[in-house]
């Protein structure tokens, strides 16, 4: 009798290696799947380990363009930050990924799709809403919230004494005693001595960008040319030297990482909102999403109409909450990300940034497409504007406020 065929999203680490025996042991066949969304990974050594514990196959899909293209730089576009702090690196990846992992497993023929994701966090909802979205008819295996899985494996020393018994080669460390997701995007790191916020973070704890008092003693420009929200290329000043100009929209990201990196761009500790209630403490560094973020707020408040930035803020915000909370593929994030496009179609030109001990500073901008007129607002020309008029627009405004005096003169609150 042939076994039911699953696809596991595999990331090489101690879950997903004592998933995959689990899985093998429950008599199914399994094909591991491994996304290379830019994460620091020795992906021939991971597959080597999937086949020896006993995987009938391994797929690895380089995403890092897709996942740039796609979902990075459209999150710029649309200025996309959950809670007003958190860039949705780990959000945008999952989305990402389940369109790689889906088209597998309708080619070969799955019946299931599993993950390592646990019970508490965010990645299974996120997971789990992109696949049923893809793929309607799909089904999924959470063995982190199966009874006869969790109730085996109360926590990572079950799963180390699983896998030195099944003779699976094993990482984990008390080295580094916290979780991190890493991608082009950034790395976050939570769980283990993180978990009380209270805590100052063990000092190296982050690989992306230098501490402060590390990084260089000299600032570093970089001009950043924007087509409809969109970024399509920069340009680095190098001494006396031709400016590096670079338009590949990956090699734009590693580049804003290196040098966002050396300078410490990019790095928040914060308590954030979980979907399912609960509040945890993350760590995360964004080097090119911070500068490039910066960048493009600048030149929104420069290009849009002001309510049009207003309404488009509103919306941003939902779409954050929506990628954040796994609705990637949604109607409603369908709609508002078309919404948001749109507010874009005057958001070209260039800003200039100077990026310095974790800082990134606006310089300058210019656009074609601006709304801002000189002649209007400067001090010296007219511009057609009569200051006549700003009487008038102050009376009315002001009577309100007036009857509110009234008011609370005659009234103890």
Not at 43 to 52: D, L, M, S, T, W
Request: hydrophobic share 40%.
């Amino acid at each position: 009798m042939a076994k039911d065929l699953v696809i596991l999203a595999y990331s090489g680490g101690l879950d997903t290696s004592c998933i995959l025996k689990w899985l093998i042991q429950k008599n199914y066949d399994v094909v591991c799947y491994m996304a290379d969304v830019g994460q620091d990974e020795d992906f021939e050594k991971a597959r080597k380990k999937a086949k020896n514990i006993g995987a009938k196959d391994v797929i690895i899909e380089d995403l890092r363009k897709e996942f740039v293209d796609n979902y990075m730089l459209p999150a710029v576009q649309m200025g996309l930050i959950y809670e007003s702090r958190y860039y949705l690196g780990t959000a945008l990846a999952r989305p990402c990924i389940s369109v790689g992992i889906v088209t597998a497993a309708k080619k070969l023929g799955a019946k299931y799709i599993s993950h390592g994701a646990t019970g508490k966090g965010n990645d299974q909802v996120r997971f789990e809403l992109s696949v049923y979205s893809l793929w309607p008819e799909g089904k999924i295996i959470a063995p982190w919230r199966l009874p006869e899985f969790f109730e085996r494996f109360q926590g990572r020393s079950d799963l180390i004494e699983f896998a030195k018994i099944e003779n699976i080669p094993v990482a984990a460390t008390p080295k580094e005693p916290w979780s991190t997701d890493e991608n082009i995007m950034h790395i976050s790191y939570e769980s283990g001595v993180l978990e009380d916020p209270g805590v100052v973070a063990p000092s190296g704890i982050y690989k992306m960008t230098r501490d402060l008092n590390k990084t260089e003693d000299y600032p570093s420009t970089i001009d950043i040319v924007f087509d409809k929200g969109l970024p399509v290329s920069i340009v680095i000043p190098s001494g006396h030297e031709k400016p590096m100009e670079l338009s590949d929209s990956l090699t734009i990201v590693q580049t804003l990482n290196k040098l966002g990196g050396q300078h410490g761009v990019g790095r928040i500790d914060i308590v954030e909102n979980r979907f399912l209630g609960l509040k945890s403490r993350g760590l995360y560094e964004t080097p090119a999403g911070t500068i490039l973020h910066a960048a493009h707020l600048d030149l929104e408040a420069f290009a849009l109409d002001r309510e049009v930035l207003r309404m488009k803020k509103y919306l941003q915000e939902k779409m954050s909450d929506f990628v954040y909370n796994g609705f990637w593929f949604s109607p409603e994030a369908t709609y508002t990300r078309k919404c948001l496009e749109l507010s874009q179609q005057g958001v070209s030109g260039k800003v200039t940034v100077q990026i310095y001990k974790g800082n990134v500073t606006i310089l300058s901008r210019k656009s074609s497409t601006s709304l801002y007129n000189k002649d209007l607002v400067s001090m010296d020309v007219a511009g057609g504007f009569s200051p006549e008029d700003s009487t008038g627009f102050i009376n009315i405004n002001a009577i309100r406020l007036k009857e509110y005096a009234r008011f609370t003169a005659q009234t103890k609150f």
